[in-house]
């Protein structure tokens, strides 16, 4: 068998990991600069010049880039002209420019400094969960959407349809598409068909499944927690249908399918699986909606269902992907189908079922884990995330992952305290 991480591959990986974060630094700067250009043009009026009616027109003949893309250079280069702190950064190549357009989102002139500091330390995906729940600039100013669902009958009788849900309905459609997905396959007998508190009939309603997934093209019809994928939505929706027409008499749980809302100690509430939803929304569905809250408390723990059984429970399941903002717990990592949940510590050396040692990986990072290029250690309330070219998130307290490659475990710290001890004795 070939060993695929020598230290001739680790050597190459380092120096072109460099590589890539010195290019895209070098890259950010000059968007900066590009940005900077743009927004005197546009302020000096210079487009008349050079033969176009906007800026936006003589950025897409000029630079042969779309006519989206420079609008939005024009506009993002005009906000970002009113914030010195954010710009400052940006020009430093400290913060990406994706970032930037996230931040602009939000920013004021009071709240600037404090949501540029947050940026800096957290990836792009993690400072989205931390901006959840915060009211948008401008907020309310747009007229408000239209809530729809039309259908219409083709020439050849196919009928088509298109709509648009607002958030409590839409994450209700989302849960009944899971239902359905389950009923088509005629999976809910076999899920049903053991007592969950014993091992081993869990293990055969498992393995009775995976028979049937078999049969059906398992990779190409399982979508795991999430939602049905590809052409299998069509299926799930006439699963639904088939529901309603034979009054079932179980529903089956639908974990990360729930409508569920987070809401933190300081007041604000967001929807895990829809950071988009505004405030206004979530107020609705608390209101009038079905739905599940999961308070965070100062660590940033839902609850804990600790149990000394190896698989995962339905509730822990739903907590977990809750927690975690309904995907892969890896930093950086956004996948939210075929997600499983990962011990911590091995169940095979000790480790319990509860959520202080689960985390939601999806089958990627997972197999990340076990083949040894990513490692998960618990310290505490501290999960070190250690990759295998020498990065390391760290999530304290259960919050979200931040970079800090310098950061050790105690027992990492006391390795390394014995080795020197035995390097000057010898």
Same mark, same amino acid.
């Not at 049903?192 to 049969?215: L, S, Y």
């Not at 405030?279 to 723990?301: F, K, Q, W, Y």
């Not at 930093?331 to 011990?343: A, L």
């Given at each position: ?14 120096? +072109? ?19 900077? *250009? ?21 950025? &897409?003949? %000029? ?27 940006? %020009? ?12 602009? @989102? ?17 990836? =792009? ?34 009928? #088509? ?5 607002? /958030?409590?309905? !839409? ?6 598409? @899971? ?14 068909? !053991? ?52 009054? /079932? ?20 509430? =967001?929807? /895990? ?13 608390? *209101? ?5 809250? #999961? ?16 698989? &995962? ?7 977990? +992907? ?22 911590? +510590? ?13 985390? /939601? +990986?999806? #089958? ?33 307290? =259960? #919050? ?12 990492? =710290? ?13």
């Amino acid at each position: 068998m070939t060993e695929t991480n020598t230290p001739a591959a680790e050597n190459i990986a380092t120096s +072109l990991t460099r590589e890539i974060e010195a290019a895209h630094t070098a890259m950010t700067r000059s968007k900066a600069d590009l940005l900077e *250009a743009i927004r005197l043009f546009d302020c000096l009026e210079l487009a008349h010049e050079c033969g176009a009616t906007t800026t936006a027109q003589f950025l &897409v003949r %000029r630079l042969a880039i779309s006519s989206s893309t420079a609008y939005e250079y024009v506009h993002v280069a005009h906000r970002i002209g009113r914030f010195q702190h954010l710009a400052r950064h940006f %020009r430093e190549g400290e913060l990406s420019y994706s970032t930037v357009r996230l931040l602009l @989102k939000y920013l004021n002139e009071e709240n600037e400094e404090e949501l540029v500091s947050l940026a800096l330390k957290l990836g =792009y995906h993690e400072l989205e969960r931390a901006l959840a729940g915060r009211e948008p600039e401008g907020e309310g100013e747009e007229d408000p959407p239209e809530y729809y669902l039309r259908l219409h009958a083709r020439d050849n009788g196919d009928i #088509s349809f298109h709509g648009n849900l607002n /958030p409590a309905d !839409g994450a209700a459609f989302m849960a009944a598409l @899971k239902l359905g997905e389950i009923a088509y396959y005629d999976l809910d007998e076999v899920l049903e068909g !053991g007592d969950p508190e014993e091992e081993d009939a869990v293990d055969e309603a498992r393995d009775a499944v995976m028979d049937i997934e078999e049969t059906v093209q398992a990779r190409q019809t399982a979508s795991g927690y999430g939602l049905p994928i590809g052409r299998i939505l069509v299926n799930a929706l006439m699963g639904m249908v088939h529901m309603i027409r034979t009054n /079932p008499r179980n529903s089956l749980t639908t974990p990360a399918a729930h409508v569920n809302i987070t809401a933190t100690m300081d007041g604000r509430a =967001y929807m /895990p699986n829809n950071l988009g939803a505004p405030s206004m929304a979530i107020a609705n569905i608390l *209101a009038n909606a079905n739905m599940r809250v #999961s308070t965070v408390d100062e660590t940033g723990l839902i609850l804990n269902t600790g149990r000394q059984f190896r698989l &995962v429970n339905p509730a822990q399941v739903n907590a977990l +992907l809750t927690m975690w903002g309904g995907q892969c717990a890896a930093p950086g990592c956004t996948h939210t189908r075929f997600i499983e949940m990962h011990h911590i +510590l091995d169940w095979a050396n000790g480790g319990h079922t509860d959520l202080e040692n689960l985390l /939601p +990986l999806c #089958s990627a990072c997972h197999s990340l884990v076990t083949e040894g290029y990513l490692q998960t250690v618990k310290e505490d309330a501290d999960i070190h995330f250690i990759y295998g070219d020498g990065t390391r998130f760290v999530s304290r307290n =259960y #919050s979200m992952a931040q970079r800090c490659d310098n950061a050790m475990t105690m027992d990492e =710290y006391n390795a390394l305290m014995d080795e020197e001890v035995a390097f000057a004795d010898a």
